[in-house]
Structures are given as structure tokens and as C-alpha cells.
């Protein structure tokens, strides 16, 4: 079972390493960088708490499927790990500059997506696919986690830093983009399973597609705030 948790925490290693070095020429203390982790793990819970006694609607068709896309998922694991960011930078002294809000935001994401890989690998386990299962996610879910964390941080950091009276509206933004992106990108997972053979192709490319420009977006949004920062 250890194995298994190891291969789970894996990427988030390896994620958790990525984004801390963007941010080498003026780190986060480690602590602060450990504790959104934790917070990120926090938050998990909390969504537990939300979802379970909604039960969740039967995918039989695509409406089901992006139903539970936002409903079960997008919505409120960014909405939670929106409010454990917020808690976790509302009284910290180390939240200078515009990156570090992606950073802090990398962090309770990769927390997240830390406790709901070794959820999904322990059930992999004892059904005999934790392999496959750990493959992909280290591929798509774990990545797709960390890139809502990027969105969601370049927003959360502009309404720190950037105008007052913009202040709600970004907020807003920094729990409404990653959930969109969250939601078409389970939406598009879920509802393969529901249609036939040729429209699940056409589906799984568009996620491809999806999630490949997802990915460079969200490295360009860290570029982006590594030279604002700089000037």
C-alpha cells in the first residue's frame, strides 16, 4: 500500500518542485509553501461535506455528465480551495508580489489533488488497476489541478495587487475560470462514457486539445507575472 500513496504523491512532488523553482529568485519560506499544501488537503473534506448529501445524478446521458462535471466537481473543489487560499494569505507577510499568488494558489491545489490521487489509487488498488489509473492521473488529473491553481492564483493576485475597485470582480474571476476550465475538462471526461464510439473520439480530442492549451496558457501566465514582478 505504501507504493501505492508513494506513486500517488508522485507528481505533486514533482509539481510541487516545478513552481517553486519559477519562484527562486525571492522562494516562499518553506513553511508557508507546506502549509498550503496542508490547506489544500483541508479542503478536500470540505468537499466531501458539500457533495455527499447532494448524492451525486446518475450519467446516462451527455446532460448528466456536464451536470456532475460543475455540479459535483468544478464548483466545489474550486470553490473550496478558493476559500483555503484565502486563509491561508490573509495574514501573511510573505505575499509580495504577484507570483506568489500562483505559487500559494499551486500549493493548495497540489494539496488537493495530493489527497484525491491517493483516494483514487487506494480504490485502484483493491480493484487491481492502480497502475493504469495512476498513469493517467499522473498524466492528466494531477497536471489539470495544478494548471485550475495557476488560473485561479493569477486572478487571486490581481486582486491583491491590482485596482481596489476591481477587487470583488477578480475574486470572483479567481473561483469562476478554473471552474469553467475544471468543468469542460471533467464534462468532457464524463460524458465519453455515455456516447458512442465516434463521438467519445471526438470528445477525447477535444479534451487533448483542451488540455494542451490549458497547459501553455497557464505557463504563460507564469511568465507573465515573473517579468511584472521583475520590473
Excluded at 448529501?53 to 473550496?80: C, I, K, Q, R, Y
Excluded at 491561508?88 to 493548495?108: S, T
Excluded at 494531477?142 to 475574486?171: C, D, Q, T
Excluded at 470528445?203 to 505557463?219: A, D, E, P, Q
Aim: glycine content about 10%; hydrophobic content about 55%.
Amino acid at each position: 500500500m505504501w507504493l501505492v500513496i508513494l506513486a500517488a504523491l508522485l507528481p505533486v512532488v514533482l509539481l510541487f518542485g516545478y513552481i517553486w523553482y519559477q519562484d527562486i529568485k525571492q522562494p516562499e519560506p518553506l513553511k508557508w509553501l507546506l502549509k498550503g499544501l496542508l490547506y489544500g488537503a483541508l479542503s478536500v473534506p470540505i468537499v466531501l461535506m458539500v457533495v455527499s448529501p447532494l448524492g451525486g445524478l446518475e450519467v446516462v446521458d451527455g446532460l448528466s455528465a456536464w451536470m456532475n462535471a460543475f455540479v459535483m466537481a468544478a464548483m466545489p473543489e474550486e470553490g473550496a480551495k478558493l476559500l483555503m487560499l484565502w486563509l491561508l494569505l490573509r495574514k501573511n507577510p510573505y505575499f509580495d508580489e504577484k507570483l506568489d499568488g500562483i505559487v500559494y494558489a499551486c500549493c493548495v491545489g497540489l494539496g488537493f489533488a495530493g489527497v484525491e490521487n491517493i483516494m483514487y489509487l487506494v480504490n485502484g488498488a483493491v480493484a487491481g488497476e492502480w497502475v493504469v489509473t495512476g498513469i493517467s492521473r499522473a498524466i492528466f488529473a494531477v497536471p489539470g489541478h495544478f494548471s485550475f491553481a495557476i488560473l485561479m492564483g493569477f486572478f487571486y493576485a490581481r486582486a491583491h495587487f491590482g485596482e481596489p475597485v476591481k477587487r470583488k470582480v477578480n475574486m470572483f474571476l479567481a473561483w469562476l475560470v478554473p471552474m469553467i476550465a475544471h468543468g469542460i475538462y471533467d464534462g468532457l471526461i464524463f460524458a465519453q462514457g455515455v456516447v458512442d464510439e465516434y463521438w467519445a473520439g471526438i470528445l477525447m480530442l477535444l479534451f487533448l486539445g483542451g488540455f494542451i492549451y490549458l497547459r501553455k496558457r497557464s505557463n504563460k501566465l507564469i511568465k507573465q507575472y515573473q517579468k511584472e514582478d521583475e520590473q
